[in-house]
């Protein structure tokens, strides 16, 4: 079988900082024997990095994930400073309260389901992946013992001194945290981002109590919206996301670190829709259905019509350390 290794293109004359590439095998199985899926740019306005980066799909186990990517020492180039999930919980709750009413009468995005953690009462919280710290106060405010954990530390620096909380800069495996520590550990729309998501969930494992909880919240590839969309799917973040996860792959990730998983959840995501909609229509790739979808009222129904369907893209595991 030909290993397919598709360039990165680079479509800007512009000098640009020096991005080192690797080239990884399966993040899964760690076979080498990838196929091209698609190539996608950097979504980013106004035009993203200039770059288009490929996605391949594992021929042995079927993961899929970004390929060549930017290194970890050079990957956080591709982070701008206003990156959304890094901004401060302040900002946060201004744009929740600048929501429409109806919005926050019936709609339920799958963020604002982070308060209820599968613990009786509160316990001991890792976030990794914390970003701006709101789901950590909500957290500590409820009387949970909180940690964050983020890569970005200017990021972590703000969330410890605007609202006093313990947060350390980098990933798993850390030295500062000791095994059987934590009750729960969170990764909300993290684990996609890293580089090691096997031995990230692994250090997970051997971070919680016989009997603790890791909660994963990521995208998922095989949904309807990302069959609609391809390139322009919202979910996609190339080259921010460098996992591209199913219910199956990423049951698969947890189990072979050990975890006993139950339900993968899909979870409906009216907000994303509308985000590829207009992803869509800006990157000319989209119709007339994507410009109705850029309407609100008509992406709550499809959203709700893709998980009628089991075709969501967005989902959520849960598993269990035994
Ligand atoms: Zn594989």
Redesign the pocket.
């Known amino acids: 079988m030909m290993l397919h290794r598709p360039p990165v293109h680079d479509t800007t004359d512009a000098p640009r900082p020096a991005v080192a590439w690797e080239d990884t095998p ?1 993040l ?4 080498d024997q990838s196929a091209l899926l698609l190539e996608a740019p950097d979504p980013l306005p106004p035009a993203g990095s200039g770059l288009r980066f490929a996605v391949v799909r ?1 021929e ?4 899929t994930y970004t390929n060549p990517r930017p290194s970890p020492r050079t990957i956080a180039r591709f982070y701008p400073s206003d990156y959304a999930p890094h901004r401060r919980p302040r900002k946060l709750a201004q744009a929740r309260r600048s929501r429409p009413l109806w919005s926050r009468l019936f709609g339920r995005p799958c963020g604002e389901r982070r308060g209820d953690l599968p613990w009786p009462g509160p316990g001991r919280l890792l976030d990794f992946g914390c970003g701006g710290g709101a789901f950590l106060k909500r957290m500590a405010d409820r009387g949970w013992t909180v940690t964050g954990l983020d890569s970005a530390d200017e990021t972590g620096r703000a969330v410890q001194e605007e609202l006093g909380l313990k947060v350390l800069t980098g990933t798993l495996p850390h030295p500062d945290l000791p095994p059987c520590s934590f009750d729960v550990v969170t990764m909300w729309h993290s684990l996609e981002h890293v580089h090691r998501p096997l031995t990230v969930v692994r250090e997970a494992f051997k971070l919680l109590v016989p009997g603790g909880k890791l909660v994963v919240a990521t995208p998922n590839i095989e949904s309807l919206p990302f069959y609609w969309f391809g390139a322009s799917w919202f979910g996609l973040d190339l080259p921010r996301h460098l996992t591209h996860f199913t219910p199956t792959t990423l049951r698969t990730t947890l189990e072979t670190a050990g975890f006993r998983v139950g339900r993968v959840q899909l979870l409906r995501h009216s907000d994303w829709l509308r985000s590829s909609a207009k992803l869509a229509v800006r990157q000319r790739t989209g119709g007339l259905a994507s410009r109705l979808l850029t309407w609100k009222p008509a992406a709550k129904a499809v959203a709700w019509g893709c998980y009628a369907a089991r075709m969501s893209d967005c989902m959520l595991a849960v598993a269990e350390r035994p």
């Open positions: 399966c899964l199985c760690g076979r594992c042995h186990c079927g993961l």
